[in-house]
């Protein structure tokens, strides 16, 4: 079976309580056969910074509703100590989603590389606003 590479995002929001508006974008992804969520959950710091670790199926139905069309495994890959280490720079009194997904645009890609005998030896994201700081400055 050919695996894509695999990612996680953590995206904070202020306050407590979740947004289902990045859901629809997400759900494209899914049906496009870009992305296979591998994990999904959420994780909530309160004003002292105690963390709330919480699965789809564990969390208040209306918090949960905008997330259950997406389809994908949402099995608890992560450890507690992954989480953590995720959640750590999360400010006190935020939620954040965790999302674990497979790159399946990436696949067959990655297969290559592998045959090849090929080794990743650095792989990073470039900040968005890195991005548009250079944009900017080209069209300057």
């Given at each position: 079976m050919?695996?894509?590479p695999v990612e996680y995002i953590l995206i904070a929001f202020p306050g407590n309580r979740f947004n289902g508006q990045?859901?629809?974008a997400l759900q494209e992804l899914v049906?496009?056969?870009l992305i296979h969520i591998i994990d999904l959950l959420f994780v909530k710091k309160d004003a002292e910074?105690?963390?709330l670790v919480a699965e789809l199926s564990t969390i208040d139905a209306e918090e949960s509703a905008p997330f259950d069309?997406?389809?994908g495994d949402i099995d608890g890959l992560l450890s507690m100590?992954?989480?953590e280490l995720a959640a750590a720079e999360l400010p006190n009194n935020c939620s954040a989603g965790l999302l674990v997904w497979e790159n399946l645009w990436a696949a067959r890609f990655a297969e290559?590389?592998?045959?090849a005998n090929g080794q990743v030896i650095a792989n990073e994201r470039i900040p968005h606003a890195i991005v548009e700081a250079a944009r900017q400055a080209?069209?300057?």
């Open positions: 050919t695996t894509g990045i859901v629809p049906d496009k056969e910074g105690n963390l069309a997406l389809d100590a992954d989480i290559a590389v592998r045959a080209l069209l300057a």
